[in-house]
Every structure is written in C-alpha cells, then in structure tokens.
C-alpha cells in the first residue's frame, strides 16, 4: 500500500489519537468503562494500523519483536509484582489496601497499577500477533506487495 | 500469617518467575530460575501437607475479599497430595530436562520453552488449589495454553498438528466446562466452590442442575483424557519433547481427575452422581472399557511413547473405576493411583527419554539388545512396566489391591475380574517390550555398553526407587489417599 497517498495521510494523522484515547480508557478505567484489556487492544490496533499502511519492515523498526517480548512479560511481572508488595506489606496477595497509609488511596493505586500491566501485555501481545501473522505466506504464493 | 501464604506461594513463584524468564530467554539461566521455581515449590507443598496435618485445611482469601465474593483458595488433604505429585514431578522433570532437550530443541528455543514449562506448573498449582469454579476454569487455560507450546517444541514436524489437535479439543473442553459454570452461575449467583456446595442441595430437582453437571463431566473427561475423548493424547505424547512428555504424563491429566472429583463429590449434592442421575454407572462402566481395550491398542503400537501414552488413557480409566464405584474406599484407590501412576509413568517416559539420547530414535525397533546394552535405563523401563501390570513389591500392585477390594466391598465379582483382565493384556505388551530389549540376541554382535547420561538416570531411578518403595511400604501414600477420600466425601476420619 505504499502508493496510497490519502491513507498514508490519514493514519498518520489518526495514530496518535487512537493512541491518545487508549490511554484515556486505560486510566479513566478506574472511574468509567475501560481498563487494562480494552486500552491494551486500541493501543495495539495503532501500531496495527501502521502495520497495514507502510508495511511490516517500518513497524518491526518502530517495535522491534525482542522489545514487544520483553514489554509482553513486563506487564505480567508488574501484575503479579503488585500482587507480592501486598504480601509483603502484610496483606494478602493483591490485597492492594495496604499499598498505603489510607486503604481507599491504597485501593486507587494498587488497581491503577494491575491495570496499566495488563494494558502493557496487551497491547504488546496484539502487536505480536499482527507481527506473526504478518509473517506468513502460502508456500507458493507470489509476492504480492 | 505466614503459613497462610503458602497456598498463594505455590501460584506466586512461578507467576513471577516465568514473565522473568520470558525476558531473559537464555537457556541457562532460564534453567536455573526453573529449577529454583522447582525446589520452593517442593518445599511449599511439604510445609502445606504438615500445616493441614497440625492445624486442618487452610483458607486463602485473594485481595483480602472475603469468599463468596473474592477468590478463595482453599486446601485439604485431597489438594495437598495432588500439589505434592505436580511439584515433585515438576522439580525431577526440570532436573531432567537440559540433556534431553538440548538434543531435541534448538538453542534459542529453550528460554521460552521453559518459560511455557513454568507457566503450565503454575495452571496446574492454580487448578490443584483454587476453591473457586471460575479461577478453575482460568488455570486450566494457562495450563492448556502453555502445553500446546509445549508439545509444539517437538522435533518432529507432526508435533504442530498434535498440537493443534489438542488446542481444538482442549478449548471445546474449557468450553463445555465454563457453560457448565455459566448455568451454575445463574441458578445460585455464586462461583465459590463451598458455597455452591450449600445451595445446590435446594436446587437438586432443577434441570439446569443437571444440564450444568452433563457439561462439566464432560468438559474434564476431555482434559482427562477418559475413554470416548482420548484422541488428542496419544499424538500430544507422541511428538512433545521426551521431557515434556515425562512432565505432562505425570501431571496433566491428573489435575483434571482431581477437580473431576472434587466437583462430582463435593460441590454437586451428595448422592447427586451416584443416586440422583445414577451417572456413577456410566464411569464405572466408560472407566473399565477404556481400561481394557486402550491398553489392548498399546499392544499393537510400534513406538514406545505411543504405545505407553496409550497405557496412559487405560491407566485414566482405572482411576475412573474408582470414581465410579462412588465409595470411600474407590475414591481412596483414586487417589492411590493418581500418585502411583505419576510416578510409575512419569519414571518410564524419562527412560524412553535416556534411551532416545543414545539410540536416536523411541521406536520398539531401537530397544534391540537395550538389555545388555544399557541395563540401567531399560531396568527403569522394565520396572516401571511390571508396576502397570501390577506386580507384587511395585506401587502398581498396591493400586490394584485398593481398586479390586473396593469393587468386592460392593460384592462387583465380575468388576475384579475385568480389572485383572486389563491387567493381563498392559502384560502383553509389556511382554512384547521385554522380549525385544532382553530376549532378541544375536550370538555374534558385539554389544557396546553405553547408558543415558547420569543428569537422565538420576531423576529415573529416584522416581523407580520411589516406586519400589511404594510398592512396598503403601502407609504413608494409602494413608493419604484415604484421607484425601474421606475428606472430599465428607466423613470425618
């Protein structure tokens, strides 16, 4: 699609809004609909989008797969990290109350925390996917690019 | 306090441990973090058994939301044993695994395989200890997902659609489960085991109750591998990697059997399975067929992991007897052959693992002269078979002992009969295995001696010598298992 003038224009102009209102849902999602899943699979459909339009070598510049790897376990490291700091402070695991001197802040953090790791593997898991996907071609098919 | 974090530990460590994995990716040190994962949660799971010993069953409320609204762990005696097999065989599996891997998975595949490796433990610990209908249905996907990763590092090509044909079957099993949990979930409002326990038994004349029950009972037969839904196990064995094979046939399975039983027993009313619906007569009866009949198709395999993943599904349906018999005293003989059949088998599959190490190959054709050739790695073998077959001083024989008495207990003559029946065929084709290793000489051939590495020996031999032992000394195991019975079947020992 790299002769596609109007959608070269067009996503690069909606990338960053896509991006922009993952992160509205990711941290408004304590408050509203939303949360972790949802701002995770909006977030990756930005970099999907520019997947589609300038093609899978410009995207694995932008997002090297070693690097989507790594931030795909970092999201489930900062799940469950959240999850033992509770233990440690006393709680039970995930027992996001005892995060700070005031049970009702400690709740806040502790939940914005979980969420922002599950938007983190998320995201990084659906750009894996495209990724993989993109990879694959019929044995014998042409090169249709 | 402490001790409490014991049961979320054994879900914990690995949790962490295998994100940390995924980062690092080098074999090596995702080895070591794998073995280290191994021995805590050996010793976690001990510390669990003497904690419920002392002081009774421990209650682990997650997030500090109290059940039925939060998650609750919840382990007795029944879960401890089942946590003690998982972890146990986990920790030899990994011990096991480098030699054997290394020779079937390329290097910069190793780091995730261990990394799906820890992630399936952490299923399993999850679906062994959870007290919560849907956080099942959770780990058993984590354990289900990481294992088609797992069988999908197989060498051979065929591995990929083994693979796949276990992804299809285990997601219509989770599937069929979580319906089963959804109606459940409608008719009582609650997904906490115990509490369903107490509302059901008002329900019992409801037709969702019973929808609910067929959906459930089938969803784990699936991942249990029982008679009529075996067909993804075979190839799954078949083409994993020799360590993960050991690891699966001594785990996988049987996670399901546990929550199988746990949920038929304890959460459905009591006399829901065996007098209500009366479906104990359709286990019983699935349960033996599979007993006698897979294991006649072992007779006929060319290929050991083949031929022992299909002793596998008639050793499931041995254990499906005892549920069926719907007493004490078969649930116990369960119980019993869980451990029992994750030692014996689990020592095997690491045996054919040594034996490809040498050979190159896990076909019946490659055990010629295996006798003379490498004595250890085939007496591992040898042993392991004449404990399915259920001979004296073996764990096989104290299984079969506890499943024939609990059919006499309830005078099924024609039941002991057939359980000796299978017995007599897993002897044809352990027979077919000796006569090639042991038997089929050629006066003329040098034999060169040439045994499996020691890193592949040890974790055999402490697993047959742990099978001898239990073959001969059965109180501590018989006496946990008939715990674990009386506990899930509510009568106070």
Known sequence: MKQHLILHVIAKIMIPFIMVFALYVQFHGDYGPGGGFQAGVIFGAGFILYGI???????????????VYTTAALGVLLYTGVGVAGMFL?????????????????????ILLIEFGVGMTVASVMVILFLSFADYRQPDSQDTD | MLSLHLSALQVVIPLLAAPLCAIIRRPGITWLIALAVGIASCINSIAILLHINRFGEIVYSLGGWAAPFGIEYRIDSANALILLIISFIYLLGIIYAPVSI???????????????????????????????????????????????????????KRCLSAAFRYLVMGTIAATFYLIGVGFLYSLTGTLNMADLAQRLPDLISQNTVAVAFGFVIVGLAIKMALFPFHAWLPNAYAYAPNAVTA??????????????????????????????????????????????????????QNELKRLFAWSSIGQIGYIAVGVGLASTAGVAASFLH???????????????GGLFIVTGSTTTAALKNAGRRMPWTMAAILIGGLSLIGVPFTTGFISKWYLVSASLEQNFWWLAGLILLG????????????????????????VVRQEAPLSLLIPTWILVVANIYFGIDARFSGSIATQAANTILGISP
Not at chain 2, 249 to 275: C, H, M, N, Q, W
Not at chain 2, 430 to 438: G, L, P, R, T
Request: with cysteine.
């Open chain 1, 53 to 67: 339009v300038f093609g899978k070598e410009a995207t694995m510049k932008i997002v090297p797969p070693p690097l």
């Open chain 1, 90 to 110: 006393g709680g039970e695991f995930l027992n996001y109350s005892v995060l700070s001197a005031d049970p009702v802040a400690g709740q806040h953090l502790g």
């Open chain 2, 423 to 446: 017995s007599l065929v897993t002897a044809a084709y352990v027979w077919k295995i000796v006569e090639i290793a042991y038997f089929r000489k050629d006066p003329n051939e040098q």
């Open chain 2, 247 to 300: 690891f699966l046939a001594g785990t996988a399975t049987k996670a399901a059997v546990y929550v199988f039983i746990r949920l038929i027993f304890e959460v459905f009313p009591e006399d829901y399975f065996s007098g209500f619906t009366s479906s104990h007569h359709i286990i019983l009866a699935v349960g033996i067929i599979s007993a006698v009949i897979t294991s006649a198709v072992a007779i006929f």
């Open chain 2, 102 to 156: 290394k020779s079937e998975v390329p290097e910069k595949s190793q780091g995730w395989l261990y990394t799906a490796w820890i992630l399936c433990f952490t299923g399993l610990s999850g679906i062994t200890i959870s007290g919560d209908v849907f956080n099942v249905f959770v780990f058993l996907e984590v354990s289900s997902l990481s294992t088609y990763i797992l069988i999908s590092f197989g060498q051979d």
């Open chain 2, 338 to 352: 869980l451990f029992n059949h994750a030692i014996m088998k689990t020592a095997i599959f690491m045996a054919i």
